[in-house]
Antibody, heavy 124, light 106 residues
Framework: EVQLLESGGSLVQPGGSLRLSCSAS????????MSWVRQAPGKGLEWVSG????????????YYADSVKGRFTISRDNSKNTLYLQMNSLRAEDTAVYYC?????????????WGQGTLVPVSS | ERVMTQSPATLSVSPGERATLSCRAS??????IAWYQQKPGQAPRLLIY???TRATGIPARFSGSGSGTEFTLTISSLQSEDFAVYFC????????FGGGTKVEIK
């Protein structure tokens, strides 16, 4: 059974930093692209960042939405089956539930499994 | 950047009736469209991919159609568990979601 478990969400002040983690199980983690998708309170879904899966050669290519480029960094540790999102220079508009999502392929970005989400409130 | 526009924002439907949800892309995306269902307090659930293919375990009353820039999700006979918010998403390059359509009980 595929499971994705996010952690690390907490109240942070504007300008602060936070690292989210997503622990994955039930599939060959390294083979699949992964993404972070967020949802502000009462709003729709916004794709934040993605990282490609491994094909044994080139892997780990990263992609970002313009709204977070230069502030957020996505990474993965395939030995720990864990996805990360390092968030720096946080703003009030980054307040959202952050979901970890598994893509259906190494580079194809639609999502067949989602975590339960972790809330990141950015406020002074 | 491709912008996805969903309509209507809210759809009021009686149980047993048909619901038709629309999604329009600002540029062509081929058939690279997915649809998700989200209920309050839950993560989204994949319903449809490649514009018209049902995901594993999705009932046949859900169907998708379209290509290029115009897409439709149809729920043939609404059940009580279908009242939720529905999002379309393109995955032509970097993913982008529509704003959602809330399907509510009439």
């Amino acid at each position: 059974e595929v499971q994705l478990l996010e952690s690390g969400g907490s109240l942070v002040q504007p300008g602060g930093s936070l690292r989210l983690s997503c622990s994955a199980s039930g599939f060959t983690f390294s083979s699949y692209a992964m993404s972070w998708v967020r949802q502000a309170p009462g709003k729709g879904l916004e794709w934040v960042s993605g990282i490609s899966g491994s094909d044994g050669g080139n892997d780990g290519s990263t992609y970002y939405a313009d709204s977070v480029k230069g502030r957020f960094t996505i990474s993965r540790d395939n030995s720990k089956n864990t996805l990360y999102l390092q968030m720096n220079s946080l703003r009030a508009e980054d307040t959202a539930v952050y979901y970890c999502a598994k893509a259906v392929g190494r580079v194809t970005y639609y999502f067949d499994y989602w975590g339960q989400g972790t809330l990141v409130p950015v406020s002074s | 950047e491709r912008v996805m526009t969903q309509s209507p924002a809210t759809l009021s439907v009686s149980p047993g009736e048909r619901a038709t949800l629309s999604c329009r892309a600002s540029q062509g995306v081929g058939s690279n469209i997915a649809w998700y269902q989200q209920k309050p307090g839950q993560a989204p659930r994949l319903l449809i991919y490649s514009a018209s293919t049902r995901a594993t375990g999705i009932p046949a009353r859900f169907s998708g159609s379209g290509s290029g820039t115009e897409f439709t999700l149809t729920i043939s006979s609404l059940q009580s568990e279908d009242f939720a918010v529905y999002f379309c998403q393109h995955y032509n390059n970097w993913p982008s979601f529509g704003g959602g359509t809330k399907v509510e009980i009439k």
